[in-house]
């Protein structure tokens, strides 16, 4: 493994964490992440400075077993979003584990909380992860803060969130459309493999340490199981779906949802950004 990174990190921008996630991130598309970040946190504050209301906007979580090809859909999926969605003020943004993180140790967000309401939940959330959620921040975890931080981007809306438990600590916002991607794992190796130019016994030790980490994860943090359907909106199986209209289904049925279920909370009350 060691040495098919090593060869590729000119052209890749490579993460590797002590929870076992591994993703490798073209360098061009990783600068144009983080560009729309930026803007995108620009565009907030901004907005944030004028004294009128704030209109709801819809936001995406996105839970996926390793190879299922969002790493190289998330670029079309924000670009594709930005020419349907009309809610759209500063721009749609992806954020991964990375992003996130980058979010957190700048401080970025630091001054901004969002209060987790369980009686809000659409969705089953742990009596574990509610009162996690519900902690005093002089009490916070690094779990708190990364939570935290994935709240208040999809409080704002228009933001993507990849992983992280995301679904589940945003359970309770009524904006934020959760999806989870998933594949036949011979299809997930033989794409990790040629993605990433690997072998497949390299490709297939990658998929079981990735989707492992990400199970132990959910259930360490949320008691709960990734693969429950009942925790999401829409699960989709990538096999034998093209890129194009991959991005298609997530962002038309994230649209047509926020539609239907946002019409009448839209102009009524402002986001609830606590400073």
């Given at each position: 493994?060691?040495?098919?990174?090593?060869?590729?990190?000119?052209?890749?921008?490579?993460?590797?964490?002590?929870?076992?996630?591994?993703?490798?991130?073209?360098?061009?598309?990783?600068?144009?992440?983080?560009?729309?970040?930026?803007?995108?946190?620009?565009?907030h504050f901004a907005q944030r400075s004028q004294p009128s209301g704030e209109e709801i906007r819809p936001s995406l979580t996105i839970s996926r077993q390793c190879g299922t090809r969002c790493d190289r859909i998330r670029r079309d999926?924000?670009?594709?979003?930005?020419?349907?969605?009309?809610?759209?003020?500063?721009?749609?943004?992806?954020?991964?584990?990375?992003?996130?993180?980058?979010?957190?140790?700048?401080?970025?967000?630091?001054?901004?909380?969002?209060?987790?309401?369980?009686?809000?939940?659409?969705?089953?959330?742990?009596?574990?992860?509610?009162?996690?959620?519900?902690?005093?921040?002089?009490?916070?975890?690094?779990?708190?803060?990364?939570?935290?931080?994935?709240?208040?981007?999809?409080?704002?809306?228009?933001?993507?969130?990849?992983?992280?438990?995301?679904?589940?600590?945003?359970?309770?916002?009524?904006?934020?459309?959760?999806?989870?991607?998933?594949?036949?794992?011979?299809?997930?190796?033989?794409?990790?493999?040629?993605?990433?130019?690997?072998?497949?016994?390299?490709?297939?030790?990658?998929?079981?340490k990735v989707d492992h980490s990400r199970t132990n994860f959910v259930k360490r943090f949320a008691d709960a199981e990734i693969g429950d359907s009942a925790h999401y909106h829409l699960v989709i199986n990538t096999d034998h779906i093209?890129?194009?209209?991959?991005?298609?289904?997530?962002?038309?049925?994230?649209?047509?949802?926020?539609?239907?279920?946002?019409?009448?909370?839209?102009?009524?009350?402002?986001?609830?950004?606590?400073?």
């Amino acid at each position: 493994m060691r040495s098919h990174t090593q060869g590729l990190r000119s052209n890749f921008y490579f993460c590797d964490y002590n929870e076992g996630s591994f993703w490798l991130i073209p360098m061009q598309q990783r600068n144009f992440h983080i560009q729309r970040m930026e803007q995108f946190l620009r565009g907030h504050f901004a907005q944030r400075s004028q004294p009128s209301g704030e209109e709801i906007r819809p936001s995406l979580t996105i839970s996926r077993q390793c190879g299922t090809r969002c790493d190289r859909i998330r670029r079309d999926l924000v670009e594709y979003l930005e020419s349907i969605d009309e809610s759209t003020v500063h721009g749609w943004a992806c954020f991964d584990q990375s992003l996130i993180g980058k979010l957190i140790e700048e401080q970025m967000l630091q001054n901004q909380s969002v209060e987790f309401r369980p009686e809000k939940s659409r969705m089953q959330v742990s009596s574990q992860l509610a009162k996690t959620l519900q902690l005093p921040a002089e009490h916070w975890t690094l779990f708190n803060h990364c939570a935290n931080t994935t709240r208040s981007l999809c409080k704002i809306g228009n933001a993507i969130i990849l992983g992280r438990a995301g679904n589940f600590v945003t359970a309770d916002l009524a904006n934020t459309f959760h999806v989870r991607l998933v594949g036949t794992e011979s299809i997930r190796r033989d794409y990790t493999r040629q993605r990433y130019n690997l072998s497949g016994n390299e490709a297939g030790s990658i998929l079981q340490k990735v989707d492992h980490s990400r199970t132990n994860f959910v259930k360490r943090f949320a008691d709960a199981e990734i693969g429950d359907s009942a925790h999401y909106h829409l699960v989709i199986n990538t096999d034998h779906i093209s890129d194009e209209i991959l991005v298609r289904i997530i962002a038309d049925s994230l649209i047509e949802w926020s539609r239907r279920e946002l019409t009448d909370r839209r102009n009524i009350a402002p986001i609830s950004l606590h400073s």
